[in-house]
């Protein structure tokens, strides 16, 4: 039989275990359309530009307008961002207050 050598991931939105590639091409149209503060399509590995100074909660600091993030990452919900930065791990930003370098 055609497709039994699929790996099957249980997809919690529908309750079901679909095929792999069925939640994958999914996920990419959920991710799709991420835009930054200026209208920019994101993707995952863009470098972004800080709009304005951001309070970072839980690390007493405060990342400067024009502070530069690399190698972001999408997540499932299409306002936040995935980011390193040297000082603070785990660090999300919303989308609009980001720009596409």
Excluded: H
Excluded at 13 to 35: H, K, L, M, N, Q
Excluded at 86 to 95: M, N
């Amino acid at each position: 039989m055609a497709g039994d050598d699929d790996d099957y991931v249980y997809d919690e939105a529908t309750g079901e275990w679909r095929p792999a590639s069925e939640v994958a091409a999914t996920i990419a149209d959920t991710v799709a359309d991420v835009r930054d503060a200026a209208g920019n399509t994101l993707a995952d590995g863009d470098s972004v530009v800080l709009i304005k100074d951001l309070k970072v909660k839980g690390a007493n600091q405060t990342l400067k307008q024009g502070t530069i993030i690399k190698s972001i990452r999408l997540t499932a919900n299409n306002q936040e961002i995935d980011c390193r930065f040297d000082a603070i791990k785990g660090l999300v930003l919303r989308t609009e207050f980001v720009r596409k370098r």
